[in-house]
């Protein structure tokens, strides 16, 4: 069992930052990557950042060069969110690339935290 466990988000203003973390824990072997991906009401849930275990970062052009993704520690990454717009608004769900195996490439998600960005 992998466990993704959110925190951070809430609500910001427009130009405003916001931090969210993830952690994951349980039985895992490998990590391939840990991202983040958000869905907005009737939209499908997109990408936003991710990060490979060799630290490579890939953004969403829609966020790049504001929000930064990073390994903080063990099997756990932040999005520091700045520069916020009302379309960042959205349920951020943590996601995890790995899993129990050596081998192992599963998607693992977290419960989702709600960012809200009012003007």
């Known amino acids: 069992q992998v466990q993704l466990v959110e925190s951070g988000g809430g609500l910001a203003q427009v130009g405003g930052s916001l931090r969210l973390s993830c952690a994951a824990s349980?039985?895992?072997?490998?990590?391939?990557?840990m991202g983040w991906y958000r869905q907005a009401p009737g939209k499908q849930r997109e990408l936003v950042a991710v990060i490979t275990s060799l630290g490579r970062a890939n953004y969403a052009d829609s966020v790049n060069g504001r929000f930064t993704i990073s390994n903080v520690a063990k099997n756990t990454v932040n999005l520091q969110m700045s520069s916020l717009k009302p379309e960042d608004t959205a349920v951020y769900y943590c996601?995890?690339?790995?899993?129990?195996?050596?081998?192992?490439?599963?998607?693992?998600w977290g419960q989702g935290t709600q960012v809200t960005v009012s003007s």
């Open positions: 996601n995890l690339r790995g899993g129990p195996r050596m081998w192992s490439d599963d998607d693992y």
């Open positions: 349980g039985s895992i072997s490998s990590i391939n990557a």
